[in-house]
């Protein structure tokens, strides 16, 4: 079973950083986008950044410029590098992957699937 944790939450002042990581682990074939989300109190979860394979990056206009996103293919890991971090950014801050995991009855690649982890909370004081 394919599973994604996530570390390096906590809480930091305004100005601020930290650096999430996500891992991911169980019988893999390849995965193709992994992503932050965020859910912040009384709001919709919404895309933060995201990192295909090849290493194409999306990120949402309100972190640009202080946010990073980057990934480590051999070890299935994504990482966000939070800087210059501000209340507004307080959420809890979800890991996503759009995969395909490795199927031992065919030995070959099973059908793709969307995993997420199970959440980080990330405050900002003031």
């Known amino acids: 079973q394919v599973q994604l944790v996530e570390s390096g939450g906590g809480l930091v002042q305004a100005g601020g950083s930290l650096r999430l990581s996500c891992v991911v682990s169980?019988?893999?074939?390849?995965?193709?986008?992994m992503g932050w989300y965020r859910q912040a109190p009384g709001k919709q979860r919404e895309l933060v950044a995201a990192?295909?394979?090849?290493?194409?990056?999306n990120y949402a206009d309100s972190v640009k410029g202080r946010f990073t996103i980057s990934r480590d293919n051999a070890k299935n890991m994504v990482y966000l590098q939070m800087n210059s971090l501000k209340p507004e950014d307080t959420a809890v801050y979800y890991c996503?992957?759009?995969?395909?995991?490795?199927?031992?009855?065919?030995?070959?690649?099973?059908?793709?699937?969307?995993?997420w982890g199970q959440g980080t909370q990330v405050t900002v004081s003031s």
């Open positions: 996503n992957a759009d995969l395909w995991p490795f199927d031992a009855s065919s030995w070959s690649r099973g059908q793709r699937t969307e995993v």
């Open positions: 169980g019988s893999i074939f390849s995965i193709n986008t």
């Open positions: 990192i295909i394979s090849g290493g194409s990056t």
